[in-house]
């Protein structure tokens, strides 16, 4: 299983960006995936989670209203579009699936948001 995420980078706030995940290695249409984030001296947070179809999805209090999650299972990715910017929402962001009780992770993409 490999999960690549794509699309971070700097940004002003109040600015937008749209992560990519590709997974590859696994059948992903019928599971649930996530992206998480993680700030320098924080622990890894939930960002938000989207069922196996798309059709439902969960998100951050802190994140709610400006990102969106989703995916296309016909090209095995998921997406989050990140709107209205904030400097606290500058981390590493990863992609996160489980399979079989075994979780994986992307390597991550950066996202700075400077004031």
């Known amino acids: 299983v490999q999960l690549v995420e794509s699309g971070g980078g700097l940004v002003q706030a109040g600015g937008s960006l749209r992560l990519s995940c590709a997974a590859s290695g696994s059948t992903f249409s019928n599971k649930s995936m996530a992206w998480y984030r993680q700030a320098p001296g924080k622990q890894r947070e939930l960002v938000a989670i989207?069922?196996?179809?798309?059709?439902?999805?969960i998100y951050a209090d802190s994140v709610k209203g400006r990102f969106t999650i989703s995916r296309d299972n016909l090209k095995n990715t998921m997406y989050l579009q990140m709107n209205s910017l904030k400097p606290e929402d500058t981390a590493v962001y990863y992609c996160f699936v489980q399979i079989a009780l075994r979780a994986y992770w992307g390597q991550g993409t950066q996202v700075t948001v400077s004031s």
């Open positions: 989207t069922t196996s179809n798309g059709g439902s999805t």
